[in-house]
Nanobody, 124 residues
Framework: QVPLVESGGGLVQAGGSLRLSCTAS????????WGWFRQAPGKEREFVTA????????YFADSVKGRATISRDNAKNTMYLQMNNLKPEDTAIYFC?????????????????WGQGTQVTVSS
């Protein structure tokens, strides 16, 4: 098991910024990908961004490209998502997850450990 804990969500006005954190508690882990996904009310969970723990390759959904930055801190077993110029359509529960599969970083089915999620609400 890889317990993941997200933090940093909250209420922000459109145009504002947030930084989400995801920490793997317990022993050090080495998944291949760490990813962020989100789920808005009445919608399916969707890919946001992912980072390779091996070579720091990054992947972004078109909807957040240019507004999101993903980074990691190996020593802290923590991943970060910086979101700028937030829009009301970014409102969702944001989940972090880890995958030990070396392909398909955008596919939520390849991720086997998930956090409980953190709510992000963007007001217009």
């Amino acid at each position: 098991q890889v317990p993941l804990v997200e933090s940093g969500g909250g209420l922000v006005q459109a145009g504002g910024s947030l930084r989400l954190s995801c920490t793997a508690s317990g022993r050090a882990v080495s998944p291949y990908y760490w990813g962020w996904f989100r789920q808005a009310p009445g919608k399916e969970r969707e890919f946001v961004t992912a980072i390779s723990w091996v070579d720091e390759s990054t992947y972004f959904a078109d909807s957040v490209k240019g507004r999101a930055t993903i980074s990691r801190d190996n020593a802290k077993n923590t991943m970060y998502l910086q979101m700028n110029n937030l829009k009301p359509e970014d409102t969702a529960i944001y989940f972090c997850a880890t995958s030990f599969v070396h392909i398909y970083p955008r596919d939520s089915n390849k991720y086997d450990h998930w956090g409980q999620g953190t709510q992000v609400t963007v007001s217009s």
